[in-house]
């Protein structure tokens, strides 16, 4: 069968229902934590020799660092959005690809599948990209403080001020007032933007899957999981850095 636009409700819990998507996010979180806590017990020093694990982070890290330089041009900008981008772009590559692997591909409840692509979820792309515009209005108001942010929108200032000093330019301030709030528009937009765009494009990878392994299931599978995982990694890439450059716009100077 083909897969549903809505998650599916494998269980509930004092009547809340539990969705496969929100059983695949709570899977990533707790190997997040746990990746959390080995990794801080057994990191060293960067003068220490570095042991495999911590070689391939620092690799994670030289690696995110180099993508955040290219697009923002500042690499003491690059350092201070890495946490976010950076934990963004690494948790939607886990969200992109874990349900594809054994065993999280083979367990079901009900007849239901326990676990799904957790940004195949409309409700999980919607609040990470609302998170992600909420933090590039942070960042711009932490570089300009919060009216001088405000005033990129709202033009009133502009609008008095052209009452006080030259009228002729009152037209001309009330246009520029009604730009602002199409300003205001365009940055809530990028919400809708960001998250049809993951979602849309893992729906489509999971239906195509479906499809195709149901036409060609001897000589596609492998084949075609391995152009998902790829899809789902660019994916990642491309909303962190549709993020990155949102923040490099944000606090850049006129």
Same mark, same amino acid.
Not at 17 to 42: D, E
Not at 64 to 77: A, F, K, M, P, R
């Given at each position: #069968?083909?897969?549903?636009?809505?998650?599916?409700?494998? &269980?509930?819990?004092?009547?809340?229902?539990?969705? /496969?998507?929100? *059983?695949?996010g @709570?899977?990533?979180?707790?190997?997040?934590?746990?990746?959390g806590?080995?990794? /801080?017990?057994?990191?060293?020093?960067?003068?220490?020799?570095?042991?495999?694990?911590?070689?391939?982070?620092? +690799?994670?890290?030289?690696?995110?660092t180099? @993508?955040l330089?290219?697009?923002?041009?500042?690499?003491?900008?690059?350092?201070?959005?890495?946490? =976010?981008?950076?934990?963004?772009?690494?948790?939607?590559? &886990?969200?992109?690809?874990?349900?594809?692997?054994?065993? &999280?591909?083979f367990?079901?409840?009900?007849?239901?599948?326990?676990?799904? #692509?957790?940004?195949n979820?409309?409700?999980?792309?919607?609040?990470?990209?609302?998170?992600?515009?909420?933090?590039?209005?942070? =960042?711009s108001?932490?570089?300009?403080?919060?009216?001088n942010?405000?005033?990129?929108?709202? $033009?009133?200032?502009?609008? +008095? %001020?052209?009452? $006080?000093?030259?009228? $002729? $330019?009152?037209?001309?301030?009330?246009?520029?007032?009604?730009?602002?709030?199409?300003?205001?528009?365009?940055? @809530?937009?990028?919400?809708?933007? @960001?998250?049809?765009?993951?979602?849309?494009? =893992?729906?489509?990878a999971?239906?195509?899957?479906?499809i195709?392994?149901? *036409?060609?299931?001897?000589?596609?599978? %492998?084949?075609?999981?391995? *152009?998902?995982?790829?899809?789902?990694?660019i994916?990642?890439?491309?909303?962190?850095?549709?993020?990155?450059?949102?923040?490099?716009?944000?606090?850049?100077?006129?």
């Amino acid at each position: #069968t083909l897969p549903d636009i809505r998650p599916e409700v494998v &269980f509930e819990i004092g009547g809340w229902p539990v969705t /496969n998507s929100l *059983m695949s996010g @709570l899977a990533i979180l707790l190997l997040f934590f746990i990746l959390g806590v080995y990794i /801080n017990r057994n990191v060293r020093s960067p003068f220490v020799i570095s042991g495999k694990v911590q070689v391939v982070l620092e +690799i994670i890290y030289d690696s995110l660092t180099s @993508l955040l330089n290219q697009i923002t041009g500042d690499e003491e900008l690059s350092r201070k959005i890495l946490p =976010m981008v950076g934990t963004i772009l690494i948790f939607f590559v &886990f969200a992109n690809i874990m349900p594809s692997l054994p065993p &999280f591909n083979f367990i079901t409840i009900n007849g239901n599948p326990l676990f799904r #692509t957790h940004t195949n979820d409309f409700n999980t792309t919607f609040i990470i990209a609302a998170v992600a515009v909420l933090f590039v209005q942070y =960042m711009s108001v932490q570089k300009y403080g919060l009216l001088n942010h405000l005033g990129k929108y709202i $033009k009133v200032g502009e609008v +008095i %001020s052209a009452v $006080k000093n030259d009228p $002729k $330019k009152i037209l001309e301030s009330i246009v520029m007032v009604f730009i602002g709030l199409l300003d205001i528009i365009g940055e @809530l937009s990028r919400i809708l933007s @960001l998250s049809l765009r993951l979602f849309g494009n =893992m729906f489509a990878a999971d239906l195509l899957m479906t499809i195709f392994l149901s *036409m060609f299931a001897v000589l596609l599978p %492998s084949t075609w999981l391995l *152009m998902g995982f790829l899809s789902g990694i660019i994916q990642a890439v491309v909303f962190g850095a549709l993020t990155a450059t949102y923040v490099s716009l944000a606090v850049q100077d006129e």
